[in-house]
């Protein structure tokens, strides 16, 4: 099949996936959009929300409609690194034997990711980065395609562990989750006080969401779109000569080289499923705030002014 032709095809495919996710996800449009850019991708995505935005209800379903295995593990403040990778034991024969954690698996939800100390939080670092993970020396591989969805509560601050920029710069993007309107909870009552239970269909393989990450990135990208890209990153960035009066004020980190690739994938991504064989500046401006808004740190002055990473993101755009 030729690309063009595939392109075409993850349209109509794109559609339907989101049509499948729409029975049991009401609203969140912006939500859905940016995890399944993200699996496209290959990259792993933040979800922060208040409680009852099914958030994981959102990545219980987007793994079903996609025909992945799902784990989900609830990060508590006594859970250890070999509760989410695995241990080895004795056997009968008295040889050490493996058992496998819940990392292996597709479509990792991280619930609650801020919940547990930074030593489990960096059990997730290698599988994220490397799809792999080292137990007592040994080196085991991690079945494609892999994706950590993880999910934040932002109101509670109490006996959480934020996470290090480090691991925030693993995820590609942070994805705010909205209040549902007055029409769209209505229709959440709706459907989740009766006795009828929507059925999500598998519709995807994993082999077709890896020739999917093939595809995005064989997409071509012009070069003005990609120095586009790379000044927005380096404008992010307090001491370079392109940050403006209002990234001067207001940050104290800017965003890495990752952001700059990472945006480059999601646009490239984001044309493909609107139908458009090559990435512009839209493209690029749409994915702009997920991708950056938990690469950037603000200082004190922001906080105290009630100035948010969106505003300076806006500005920038």
């Not at 990609?226 to 209002?246: C, D, F, Q």
Request: with cysteine; proline share 5%; aromatic share 6%.
């Amino acid at each position: 099949m030729s690309d063009v032709k595939a392109v075409n095809e993850l349209v109509a495919q794109f559609n339907s996936l989101k049509s499948e996710i729409g029975k049991v996800i009401i609203g969140q449009n912006d939500a859905v959009d940016f995890t399944l850019l993200s699996i496209f991708c290959g990259g792993h995505s933040l979800l922060i929300g208040v409680p009852g935005l099914a958030k994981t209800l959102l990545v219980n379903t987007v793994s079903n409609a996609l025909g992945l295995n799902f784990k989900r593990i609830q990060f508590t403040p006594d859970l250890m690194p070999s509760d989410i990778l695995g241990s080895e034991i004795l056997d009968q024969n008295r040889q050490f034997k493996f058992i496998k954690g819940p990392i292996f698996s597709n479509i990792i939800l991280a619930d609650e990711i801020n919940r547990t100390p930074p030593k489990t939080q960096a059990a997730l670092l290698e599988a994220m980065q490397e799809r792999s993970v080292t137990i007592s020396g040994h080196h085991y591989k991690l079945e494609l395609p892999f994706f950590v969805l993880a999910t934040q509560n932002p109101i509670e601050q109490e006996g959480t562990y934020p996470l290090p920029e480090a691991q925030l710069d693993r995820f590609m993007f942070s994805i705010n989750l909205e209040y549902p309107t007055f029409k769209e909870e209505v229709e959440v009552v709706k459907s989740t006080t009766g006795t009828i239970q929507q059925k999500v269909n598998a519709l995807f393989s994993s082999a077709d969401i890896i020739a999917i990450q093939q595809l995005i990135r064989k997409i071509p990208v012009t070069d003005n779109v990609i120095e586009y890209a790379v000044t927005l990153v380096g404008k992010t960035r307090p001491k370079s000569k392109e940050a403006t009066a209002m990234v001067r004020s207001y940050l104290d980190w800017g965003a890495g080289p990752r952001a700059s690739q990472n945006l480059i994938l999601a646009a490239k991504a984001h044309a493909a499923v609107h139908g458009k064989y090559s990435p512009d500046i839209e493209d690029v401006r749409a994915v702009a705030i997920p991708i950056l808004s938990h690469r950037i740190v603000k200082n004190y002055k922001a906080e105290a002014e009630g100035i948010s990473v969106s505003d300076i993101i806006n500005s920038l755009l």
